[in-house]
T-cell receptor, first 109, second 116 residues
Framework: EDQVTQSPEALRLQEGESSSLNCSYT??????LFWYRQDPGKGPEFLFT???AGEEKEKERLKATLTKKESFLHITAPKPEDSATYLC??????????FGTGTRLKVLA | NAGVMQNPRHLVRRRGQEARLRCSPM?????VYWYRQLPEEGLKFMVY????????ESGMPKERFSAEFPKEGPSILRIQQVVRGDSAAYFC??????????????FGPGTRLTVL
């Protein structure tokens, strides 16, 4: 069964303290790996799509990478406004995204 | 360019009533997906629709739940005779391409349904 697991469940960082979020997937024939940010009471906001192992994408303080088994979301020198839940999703050739349960990130000033 | 729109944002229903959730996709998008998010759980796929067609409803409960995307107007997710277990956040997403697996889905703000 296709599955996406995110770790840690929650993460507290000091402002400026870089870290990484993990997304492990067991999906037959991965066709796309997606990262979203979700603020409380809002819908997921698209961040990145990764298609193949070795691919990397960057946006401001965020960088997403992909291997054959997992994806990482690296956060460099985070700010309090980066506090949110980060969601990972994978698809295996259909339109059905398989979501993880997310990592709740809190960045303290 | 307006994003995906959903209304109402919050909906309260008593057990046995009907809930109607509406979704207008992004401009230029003709593919709509509905997901449900329960507390402490990930988003779960429910149904995929194109204009006037249900493509895949495999994630939707067989009873009480239905969805449509008419030629004109928003997509509707309808829940009949709601029960407390239906309380959740319901998200709509849309995409531009023909359901291509790697096409990015963009999400709306969600409707938070509370069943009393």
């Amino acid at each position: 069964e296709d599955q996406v697991t995110q770790s840690p469940e929650a993460l507290r960082l000091q402002e400026g303290e870089s870290s990484s979020l993990n997304c492990s997937y067991t999906v037959s024939g991965l066709r796309g790996l997606f990262w979203y940010r979700q603020d409380p009471g809002k819908g997921p906001e698209f961040l990145f799509t990764l298609y193949s192992a070795g691919e990397e994408k960057e946006k401001e303080r965020l960088k997403a990478t992909l291997t054959k088994k997992e994806s990482f979301l690296h956060i460099t020198a985070p700010k309090p406004e980066d506090s949110a839940t980060y969601l990972c999703a994978a698809t295996s050739g259909t339109y059905k995204y398989i979501f993880g349960t997310g990592t709740r990130l809190k960045v303290l000033a | 360019n307006a994003g995906v729109m959903q209304n109402p944002r919050h909906l309260v229903r008593r057990r046995g009533q009907e809930a109607r959730l509406r979704c207008s996709p992004m401009k230029g998008h003709s593919h709509v997906y509905w997901y449900r998010q329960l507390p402490e759980e990930g988003l779960k796929f429910m149904v995929y629709l194109q204009k006037e067609n249900i493509i895949d409803e495999s994630g939707m409960p067989k009873e009480r739940f239905s969805a449509e995307f008419p030629k004109e107007g928003p997509s509707i997710l309808r829940i009949q005779q709601v029960v407390r277990g239906d309380s959740a956040a319901y998200f709509c997403a849309s995409s531009a391409k023909a359901g291509a697996s790697t096409d990015t889905q963009y999400f709306g703000p969600g409707t938070r349904l509370t069943v009393l």
